[in-house]
Nanobody
Framework: QVQLVESGGGSVQPGGSLRLSCAAS????????MGWYRQAPGKQRELVATITTGGSTTYVDSVKGRFTISRDNAKNTVYLQMNSLKPEDTAVYYCNGRISTVWGGPAYNFWGQGTQVTVSS
């Protein structure tokens, strides 16, 4: 069993910052790509940022220059530093990890429970 637990969400005024964390635990053999998704009310879930084991990153255009994804492989943790937050960043943010649980086995997608981020004045 693998668990991903997010933390760090909350309410902030426009222009503010938040840092999300996601720690993976359980029967983990190897973690490959990790990422953050978000889902606003009435909208589909969208990919926000990804990071590979080697540290290569991708971002959706709307957050480039404002958000930074990073990871600590020793702690099985991925982070999302969010700066210059805008009301349109308001959403539930979900952590995702592509994880294998046994040597030589397939990797599966695991999800966290989500953490609410609200940007409002």
């Amino acid at each position: 069993q693998v668990q991903l637990v997010e933390s760090g969400g909350g309410s902030v005024q426009p222009g503010g910052s938040l840092r999300l964390s996601c720690a993976a635990s359980g029967s983990i053999f190897s973690i490959y790509a990790m990422g953050w998704y978000r889902q606003a009310p009435g909208k589909q879930r969208e990919l926000v940022a990804t990071i590979t084991t080697g540290g290569s990153t991708t971002y959706v255009d709307s957050v480039k220059g404002r958000f930074t994804i990073s990871r600590d492989n020793a702690k099985n943790t991925v982070y999302l530093q969010m700066n210059s937050l805008k009301p349109e960043d308001t959403a539930v943010y979900y952590c995702n990890g592509r994880i294998s649980t046994v040597w030589g086995g397939p990797a599966y997608n695991f999800w966290g429970q989500g953490t609410q981020v609200t940007v409002s004045s």
